[in-house]
């Protein structure tokens, strides 16, 4: 049994991708190895940039979507599924090589919720981490079993989001 603990950070307000990358500012910090991978996403957000000049940062090449998958043929759809499960298999290899004190699975809940990821798979990832540190899960509709699982859920309420009132996503901000 490791002493590591899982946070969950879910809802549908700003702040769940922020706050992992801040806990890994914080590991960093103390100059404590941290692995971060992203699911979902194109890798170019600004905080992936700024944390990849840590040296202690790992940034994970994660598999990519082609565009929206729910437009892909059945067995693009087939692909894509398997080259994620590769893809999680390929961070328990490396999350094994340099054992993170803190490792951020940016929105794997999305990925989970669009059976991208296999509930297994990812639990498997998630315990392969827990082994070395702490595990930061993010994304909109956590499942259930993650969060009875989880050690530290955290809920953020959209109380107000500027999107709605027509205001576009902006660099430094959102991304
Ligand atoms: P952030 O990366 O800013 O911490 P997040 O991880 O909580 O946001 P996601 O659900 O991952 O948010 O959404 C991705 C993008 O949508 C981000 O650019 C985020 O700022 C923006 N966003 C977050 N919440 C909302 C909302 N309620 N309405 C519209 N856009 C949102
Ligand atoms: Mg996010």
Redesign the pocket.
Known sequence: MSHHLLHVYTG????????AMGLALRMLGHNQPVFIAQFMKDGK?GELHALRSFEAAYLFDSAKLRGFFGRLTPEQQEQTRQEHLESVERMKVKIEEIKPALTVLD?LNVALTMRLVTMEAAISLIDCALLYGDVAV???YAPQALLDKADYVSK?E?VK?P??EGIQ?RKG???
């Open positions: 549908d307000g700003k702040g769940k991708t922020t706050t957000s929105e993010t994304g909109r953020i959209a989001h999107f709605n996503a901000i959102e991304f």
